[in-house]
Every structure is written in structure tokens, then in C-alpha cells.
């Protein structure tokens, strides 16, 4: 079965995802909608489930149950003549190229300069030439504000710049999508605010961006789109506004009136 | 520090009586190994040093690096091969490298090279063909493969794989997670994480042990001269069993290990630093400048200790 994408496809698309660990039911049903061009925050308790369902969404975890789809295409499996087979490790490799993440311990690879990290995914996944990357690379390092750091090692940059040669790193593949995992819970609270303006910078872009994170205002400020979850399930969702200002359920109310 | 109305004011530092006694007890004892060294007859060190540029003894010294090269290379490849099985989910692989660590590492080298060494009483014949059909590409005698020579680096190139998986493996999973899954989400397959992200990390924590294998595999090679092998060791027992200057040619032979594991010191510490890259934000300093550092903190000690003047706050 061929899948059809259009515009109007949602760029993911989650339909009672479940994910245990051990005999722990982390998700227990979830039910998401991504639209393209738009920004969602995922916000929740920790231990709520929010941050395994971003790891799902590009297969870092594999979901045990429900429907998960990316561009259309389900995640992790393919559907064909009425059975569904387990994708390769190749073809997983290959949606994933697509799929930009950002970590909230950046994960920068240590032993590389700034832009090496920067040009290794386009040079040895998607086989752009060493010239062409190292062109691309500077100009992503120009934009999240890192010109002239291209020899640095992660060790010598703070956190704040670590974390934005991550973003600059996730965009070098093109990414159709770009998930952010907490992308500021391990800064200084002074750096925080130089790299949620790179993320803002990035949704007025048109990037779909999935976002995890405690940063209440960044959410009411972009998201168009807010999801609470507690417990494994989706509480509450919609626009940041309404949401964020006026929650329904007890649960968020108690949980904005621990973070705001 | 007291303040004395801003003047510069005497500072007496603190005598380390124990370090003066330890420094006379060390220095006493310097000068009685020296002086044995040198006034003992039969050390001999005309002869030490007679046999030291001797072509026996540098054809020996060649075997010696030759087979250190080979068992190494061997040790390395197949050890990180075998950490690599041993990490690996599934149990078909990682079991046969714990049984093969295991077996290696709990038999003697020795025993283990005599064994190659007789392999022939085993095996006369080896031959690579198609398992268990009898038909064979290739046929070999084993007597002949099995030269001294060979069977003493084959044999402890397989003994040195077993210590190297274990320090592969560890330099292996001291890597962070982390790493991994930023690797996998660039879409990096699994053979690509590991060497353009895992084992280079990796090299860090592997290398320090590393060179201490390669020494010691310098010194082991000795006992392929049980073998037969005329290697360093070998090459001073053949010269004295006919000239009966045991304690000369021993000295000749360990002087040689010793200027080959201090080259080999030397090559260590630039192949660390180089590996440390990222590692730290400053690079460690070479020796030669720690040792301009140290030169340059003595004369400023005696300095200090002349004038005994700081300067005070105000």
C-alpha cells in the first residue's frame, strides 16, 4: 500500500500509542496531531510520559501498541497485504535522517570540533560533499549566533552554545520535523533565554517543531498547540491561551500553580 | 597575611623536617647503588656494553620488536572484535566471546605457546575448505606453519586478544548514551555510530592500557625463546652459553628492553594527547614543558626564599 502525503497530511499523527518499560505502562493510549508548519509543546509532571513520546515519534523507542505516523507513513512498520512488517535497520536510519532532535544534554559528540558535529550527519548519512557541508555548516552557525566557533571543541562553549551547535547540527540534515527534548531544563537560567530564541527564530521559519519542555512562556508565546499530559494519557490540549490561562482539569491546574 | 599600614611584611615558610630526612635517606642510598653499579668487577661493563651493538644481539632485538608488532596487532583487532561480540544483544555472539576470554586468560601464556608450538602432534594437517564435507581449497602441513617464529606470535596474539577485549570493552561502554542516540537520530547506522562516534571516544580510555600491554608484550615476547625463537633473550643465552658471561649478557639484554619501553613511553604520551582531543579545554602540557614549568617554580621557591617579601593588601 502506497501512502498518499498531501499538505493536508499531519506531519504526526498518534492514535492510542502505548509504551511500557518492565511491566510500567508509560503511555497508556495517547492521541496526538501535529499540523505541518506548526509548533507543539508538550508539557507535563516528570515521569508523565512526555519525553518517551517524543522518543517515539523518531523510533528511539519503539511504541508496543497503537498508531503512529510521521508524513503518513507509520513509524517503525510498514503496512502491506494486510500484515504489518517491522522495518530494517536501514529503512528506520533513513526516516530518521529526516526527523531533526535536540537533547536536553545536547549530546554533542565530544571528540569533534564544532564543525565537524555540525557537518558529519549531511557528509556521512545524506553524502553531501565536504566542501558543500562545511558551506552549509558555517552559515546554520552564523544563524543560531556561533559564527567563529567552527574550531572549538563542546567541552570549551557554555552550555547555551553547546545546546544551539545541537540545533544547528539537526537542521544540517534538512529535517522535515524537529523534536526538542526539555532543550533548556539543563541550562543556567541566564542561557536559557538565547536558546529558546533560536527555537522562536526557527518556528517563525515555518518549522514543525515538537517541543517538551517547562518553559510555560515560551509555550503561550509560540506553541500553537499545547498538550498536557499526566500519567501516561493526554489531560488537556489546545491553544496555548486557553489552555495555559484557563485549565479545566484539576491535574493542570495544579500543575500550573506549581510552575508559573 | 597581616596588614602592617601597607608595608611589605616578612613571610617565614612553614620547614618540612620529614621531607629534609626522606631527601638525606634517598640521596645515601642513590650513591650506594651508583657506587656498586660501578665498583663491582663482575658486573663487567665492558662486556655489557661490547655485546650491546653486537649484530646477534640486534638481530634479536629486530625479532623481538617483530613479534611484539604482530601479537599486538593480532591482540588489538581480534580483542576489539571480540569486546564488540561481547556488547553485542545477541547471546550466539556474546557467549563464544566470554568463553573465549575465559579460556585464554585462565591458561598460561607459556603453556600456551608450547601448545602452539606442538600444535603438529595435534593437528598434522590444516586445510580451509567446507566444514565437515572433507573438501578443502587450501592444505597445509601444520609442522611447517607452525615455525617457532610463527607459532610464537599466533600464540600470544590470541593470549593478548583476551586482555584486550576486556580493555576495548570498557573503553567501549564508558562512552555515553547519550552519544549513541544523537548518532541514531542523524539517521547513523549502527556500524557507522560505533566507528565514527563510539571507538573513537572510546581510544581515550582504551589507549592508556593499551600501551601498558604493548610493554608488557615486549617483555612476554621473551619467552618465545623457550621456543626457540633467538629473539633479544635468546640471542644473550646463545652468546653465553659459549662465553659463560651470564650476568653481562642478562644486563645487555635488559638494557635493551629498557631503551625499547622508553621510546615506547614517548610514543604513549603524544598518541594520549592526541586521542584526548575535546577531552579537556586545555591540553595537558608535554614533558618538556612541565619540565621548564618545574625548573621555572624552583627558581622562583629560591627566589622567594632569599627575599621572603610579599606583598601585602592594603
Known sequence: MSVVTSEATPMVEARGVCKSFAGVEVLKGVDLVVKRGEVTCLIGPSGSGKSTLLRCINHLEKHDAGE???DGHLVGYEFRDGKLYERNDKQICAERAKIGMVFQRFNLFQHLTVLDNVTIGQVKVRRVANDQAAVRAKELLARVGLAGKEGAYPSQLSGGQQQRVAIARALAMEPKLMLFDEPTSALDPELVGEVLDVMKDLARSGMTMVVVTHEMGFAREVADTVYFLDHGVIEESGDPREVLTAPRSERLKGFLSKVL | MTTNGGDAVQVVPVRHVGRWIGAVVMVVLTAMLFHTLLFTSRFTWSIVFHYFGTSEIIQGVVKTLELTVLAMAIGIVLGVAIAIMRLSPNRLLSAPAWAYTWFFRGTPVYVQLLFWFNIAALFPQLSIGIPFVHAAFLRFNAGNFFTPFNAAFIGLGLNEAAYMSEIARSGLISVDEGQIEAASSLGMRRSQT???????????VIIPPTGNEVISMLKTTSLASAI??????????????????VMPLLITASLWYLVVTTVLSIGQFYLERHFAKGAHRTPPPTPIARLKADVRG?????RTRRGVVAEVAA
Open chain 1, 68 to 70: 503512529l505516523r510521521v
Open chain 2, 194 to 204: 560505533l566507528r565514527l562516534v563510539v571507538l573513537p571516544q572510546a581510544m581515550r
Open chain 2, 298 to 302: 624552583i627558581a622562583g621557591k629560591f
Open chain 2, 228 to 245: 626457540s625463537v633467538i629473539e633479544t633473550l635468546g640471542a644473550a643465552q646463545n652468546i653465553y652459553a659459549a662465553n659463560y658471561e
